[in-house]
């Protein structure tokens, strides 16, 4: 092949044309770097939306506003709420510590609180930033539904179907209880008690209402399983053996 040829089968430009695919890059990359800009609010807000759903359906953490059960859970503790605890048949059972919405047992009128500052107060609370609702509560469920719950024997201890029950979780100092109480607990509701009995208001505060003190099943919003705050206090809150061996129903009342 002579040189003509050869000459005539090459590209004689020193720079040849870049084409439309490399210029379409070269255009989108400024806007991609603009881009990283609103990424880290677009992942915070997805973060956000993440912990809400978590917090909703999942696990919620839940600040302690109260003395009312210590040394169990102290003011300023952040427990995590398992809300699928009770979600797929089960129910709570003696010596769960349980947060319930007291609207109707505990409480019966609504706060006046100002709409705003009730959403911004809910959304620090669904994050265990803020205090609770003044309609939720946290207690230790003492009686399920069925149970005869009697104080107290002559030991001074609060009887369950008859056996006398060893609390050794109560606040150092502090009687079972400074009120009698002699109750059957209807089906589908619980009898709740503070651990510091001193410094509770429980299901004794309304033994003469409407329930007779007793918190609907339905009304539990989970099971309280875990201290996460602060760090030298992470634990898990098992349930006690305080209960073990209590027979599974009141029976005859004598």
């Not at 020193?14 to 990424?39: I, K, M, N, V």
């Not at 009887?159 to 050794?168: A, D, M, Q, R, W």
């Not at 509770?200 to 705050?229: C, F, M, N, Q, Y």
């Amino acid at each position: 092949m002579d040189t003509d040829a050869q000459l005539s089968e090459r590209d004689p430009s020193p720079t040849p044309d870049q084409g439309p695919e490399r210029r379409s890059r070269s255009a989108r990359f400024p806007a991609f770097l603009a881009g990283l800009r609103y990424r880290p609010i677009t992942l915070f807000a997805c973060c956000l939306a993440f912990l809400f759903l978590l917090s909703t359906f999942v696990v919620q953490p839940f600040l302690i506003p109260s003395s009312s059960m210590e040394n169990t859970l102290r003011i300023g503790d952040r427990v995590l709420v398992n809300k699928l605890a009770y979600r797929f048949g089960s129910e709570p059972e003696r010596g769960d510590v349980v947060v319930f919405d007291g609207t109707g047992s505990f409480v019966h009128s609504k706060s006046g609180e100002n709409p705003g500052t009730a959403l911004l107060r809910g959304a620090g609370a669904a994050l265990g930033l803020a205090r609770p609702a003044d309609t939720d509560y946290v207690k230790r469920v003492i009686g399920v539904g069925g149970d005869h719950v009697t104080c107290c024997d002559k030991r001074g201890r609060i009887k369950v179907n008859g056996k006398p029950v060893s609390e050794g979780y109560l606040y150092q100092g502090d009687a079972p209880s400074s009120v009698d109480f002699d109750i059957v607990v209807p089906e589908g509701k619980l009898w709740v008690m503070g651990d510091h009995r001193a410094r509770s208001s429980d299901s004794r505060d309304h033994l003469g209402e409407a329930g007779g003190g007793t918190v609907p099943v339905d009304k539990v919003i989970g099971r309280a399983d875990w201290i996460s705050w602060p760090v030298g206090r992470w634990t898990t809150l098992d349930t006690p053996r305080s209960f073990g061996g209590i027979p599974t129903s009141a029976g005859p009342r004598g």
